[in-house]
């Protein structure tokens, strides 16, 4: 068997095999690509060292070796130039402004939102409404943003892993922001609010 | 346009600016006149504390180790499970 607390290998594929099939998928947007870092991401992880036990430093560990395949990946396949940087995914948007550079008033910006995460991390709720959100991201946004906002990478090496210009990735991420906190806004946080109250 | 107009920012110019700067140091001019405009505009100072607060959710720890996506999330399908239990055992010595 395996190192000291880590699970077998068949049980480790059905206590992580779908998380870490879906944490892949949002960052390479291609189902096979995804199945194939899982597997390599289990190899590692039989093959390793494990000294801790219990399922969430399991699921911690396994996230970890995930990334640098994930980081991996994108090395190998950087030679692919994945978009023209003359694509309109560069440029910026001028939704939700008006014509001088004022805010358009809006309601679902108004909705208060809280000031620590803490009270959300726990909402069933606010993850369904954030992954619905997420969905409605291009894959192309949905994959930067992810590297970026979750995983930590610093722009610079996004720009290197993916190929893309600076003011690109810039105008990229300052989009998908908006659109997160506008969909965010109107989908999560206008109904608690309103249920708050009542 | 006047000459004051032309020194602040404007809440479109903002938006693009707090992203950047979520990701990179601006120029110190930059920075005073981003913090000049946030002092005259709860708008702007709202978008500000809602890109940061969905950064700090996505980037805790709970964030990540969430299992359950919403019901229609993907999976891994069977047969790919099997795949790779297989090439697991393969590999055990």
């Known amino acids: 068997m395996g190192d000291r607390g880590l699970s077998d290998s068949h049980s480790l594929v059905d206590a992580h095999g779908d998380f870490l099939y879906r944490f892949a998928l949002l960052r390479v947007r291609s189902p096979d690509v995804a199945e194939d870092l899982v597997q390599e991401t289990f190899l590692a992880a039989i093959q390793g060292t494990y000294r801790e036990s219990g399922e969430t430093a399991e699921r911690r560990w396994m996230i970890g070796i995930m990334k640098h395949k994930i980081v991996d990946y994108f090395r190998r396949t950087a030679r692919e130039p994945i978009q023209n940087p003359n694509q309109p995914e560069g440029q910026a948007t001028d939704e939700g402004f008006l014509a001088d550079g004022h805010w358009k008033p809006d309601p679902a910006a108004m909705h208060r939102w809280p000031d620590k995460p803490d009270k959300l991390l726990d909402q069933r709720q606010f993850w369904d409404s954030l992954a619905i959100c997420l969905e409605t991201l291009t894959p192309r946004a949905a994959q930067i943003f992810t590297l970026r906002e979750v995983d930590e990478v610093e722009t610079e090496k996004i720009c290197e892993l993916l190929r893309i210009t600076q003011t690109n990735l810039s105008v990229i991420l300052h989009r998908t922001r908006k659109q997160l906190r506008d969909c965010l806004s109107s989908r999560y946080f206008g109904e608690t609010e309103e249920s708050a109250r009542s | ?93």
Request: include cysteine.
């Open chain 2, 1 to 93: 346009m006047s000459r004051v107009s032309r020194l602040i920012f404007s809440c479109q110019d903002m938006a693009r600016l707090l992203s950047d700067a979520m990701d990179r140091t601006l120029p110190l001019h930059v920075r005073l006149r981003i913090r000049v405009h946030l002092l005259m505009c709860t708008l702007c100072e709202r978008y500000k504390r809602q890109l940061t607060l969905l950064r700090d959710v996505l980037r805790a720890d709970a964030a990540q180790l969430r299992d359950d996506g919403p019901a229609q999330s993907p999976c891994l399908s069977t047969e790919a499970k099997e795949r790779i239990r297989r090439t697991l055992d393969s590999h055990r010595s």
